[in-house]
């Protein structure tokens, strides 16, 4: 007869079993290191742990997103880098250059401005893995066309050289006046008039004097200079300075000096005999500074305001050309199309912020802009400087080329100044602060992740010398345990007695 009842059996059985459980739970501890493998397991911390998994996964998105962000800004820096070397080299190269033409018709300094421009066409068309970076919105194809297209134009659409020809021929006119009608006066008064051609030309912007009993003035729609000569007449030495607005917005005068004898250089003009002769006189001198003026002054004046309307539209304005042909008596401009005109960007061009055209989610409720377009301001500019050395000739064969490349190669030199504009450095510095707060925002995002990880592994992980002691105990127990079931399994009422 056995003394242990089958209650009792059953409740050492259970405690065994219960033990045995808790070891291997204990040694799945120790082997991989946490508390448990379902978050069920985990108690009242399951929902602490889903929410910090929760938000390192976002922080990781945000860091994922940044890095590729910061990838293109880098990318985008080197370009703007190089841009802005070729500003400065071509700036001073253009106010230090003299004119010496290597094929009759340009000078070394316009054959690197063209290769100075295929390579600014090029770095603008840089992309990273096909998306590219100059585009603003519009990331998959190359935003801009490459230098022989620019210049040369192809089949059916003119390219920057044609549409320069075409400006210069609107702004001289047919007898490189710039479209100033200087006749010859019929008695002492010398009357000047602007060409009924608006947006061309010179255009009168003051006149003073020291010329003694001459009456000058400017009036009239179109506006016409009046130089009446009366006696006593001019004395040697003095003085008629008519200022001129020029396409480009800048300005120019030409000062024209009374000499009483010898013939008249550049400049002078000779007094006659009476007010009739002294004012015939001035009307030749004054056509023939004109000219002058208008073949050099006014022709880098024109090709800068040509670049201008080839270069710079946007969504809502097309290119401007002359409207003609016949374009030396043009009296206006007209839209560009894209079936007979080169658009030089093919990018985004919409009027809203181009930062826009480009953004990243960088944290909670945080969106940068970063996009850029190769039809930035700085950008443009440096584009359009360069086309304007690189299209322009000035032949051997003409007497006032050197003059005439002295004036564009001035003004070309504080084009690459950026004077009075954002340069290549603002844009820059610009997207250095965008950098800075990307960067600024990812060592955030990687301290939170460290807490978060440092919280969530007192949740999740096991402390293995703790679990170790667990173990070491349950074995003790479950031996003891082992040894008294297998005592008790063996008592008999005569082994008992």
């Known amino acids: 007869m056995q003394v242990p009842s089958l209650l009792q059996s059953l409740t050492t059985t259970n405690q065994i079993n219960t033990m045995r459980a808790q070891l291997t739970d204990l040694q799945t501890q120790l082997a991989t290191g946490k508390k448990s493998q379902s978050h069920a397991g985990l108690g009242v911390n399951a929902g602490l742990v889903l929410d910090l998994r929760a938000e390192l996964n976002v922080m990781d998105a945000y860091i994922r997103t940044i890095d590729q962000t910061q990838l293109r800004l880098t990318t985008v820096q080197q370009s703007l880098s190089r841009v802005d070397d070729i500003a400065a080299e071509m700036r001073t190269a253009s106010l230090t250059s003299g004119y010496e033409t290597i094929d009759t018709k340009q000078t070394q300094l316009q054959y690197t401005a063209a290769e100075r421009l295929e390579e600014v066409l090029a770095v603008l068309n840089t992309d990273i893995g096909g998306r590219h970076l100059f585009g603003g919105a519009a990331t998959q194809t190359q935003p801009v066309e490459v230098y022989d297209t620019v210049i040369n134009g192809d089949v059916g659409r003119a390219g920057f050289k044609q549409i320069v020809s075409e400006r210069a021929q609107a702004d001289l006119g047919s007898d490189n006046r710039g479209r100033l009608q200087i006749p010859v006066p019929a008695g002492d008064t010398v009357t000047v008039t602007e060409d009924n051609a608006p947006p061309f030309g010179l255009k009168f912007d003051a006149v003073s004097t020291d010329l003694a009993n001459v009456t000058a003035g400017i009036a009239g729609a179109p506006q016409a200079l009046s130089v009446q000569f009366a006696a006593p007449l001019p004395t040697d030495g003095q003085t008629i300075n008519i200022s001129f607005n020029l396409p480009d917005g800048t300005k120019e005068t030409l000062t024209l000096k009374a000499i009483t004898t010898g013939t008249p250089n550049e400049g002078e003009f000779l007094v006659g005999a009476d007010a009739n002769a002294t004012a015939a006189n001035f009307q030749s001198a004054l056509a023939r500074d004109v000219e002058i003026l208008a073949q050099t002054s006014l022709k880098g004046a024109s090709a800068q305001r040509a670049a201008t309307e080839f270069f710079e539209y946007d969504s809502a304005t097309p290119p401007q050309r002359v409207d003609g042909p016949p374009f030396d008596t043009a009296t206006g401009l007209r839209d560009a199309t894209t079936t007979d005109t080169v658009f030089w960007y093919k990018g985004d061009n919409t009027t809203t912020p181009i930062r826009d055209s480009a953004t990243a989610k960088i944290d909670d409720g945080r969106i940068i802009s970063y996009a850029t377009r190769a039809d930035e301001g700085p950008t443009r500019d440096v584009v359009k400087t360069l086309a ?94 082992y040894q008294v079931t297998s005592l008790v399994s063996r008592l008999t009422l005569t082994n008992y007695i």
Not at 432 to 453: F, G, M, P, V
Not at 457 to 481: C, P
């Open 388 to 481: 304007v050395l690189a299209a322009l000739e000035f032949p051997d064969a003409d007497p006032l080329s050197q003059r005439a490349y002295d004036e564009t190669t001035q003004r070309t030199g504080k084009k690459f100044a950026f004077n009075g504009t954002t340069s290549i450095a603002d844009l820059r510095t610009q997207l250095a602060l965008k950098e800075t707060s990307l960067s600024n925002t990812k060592d955030r995002h990687e301290r939170t992740i460290n807490a978060t990880q440092v919280l969530l592994a007192e949740t999740e992980n096991a402390d293995t010398n703790e679990v170790g002691a667990k173990i070491l105990q349950l074995q003790n127990q479950l031996t003891a345990s």
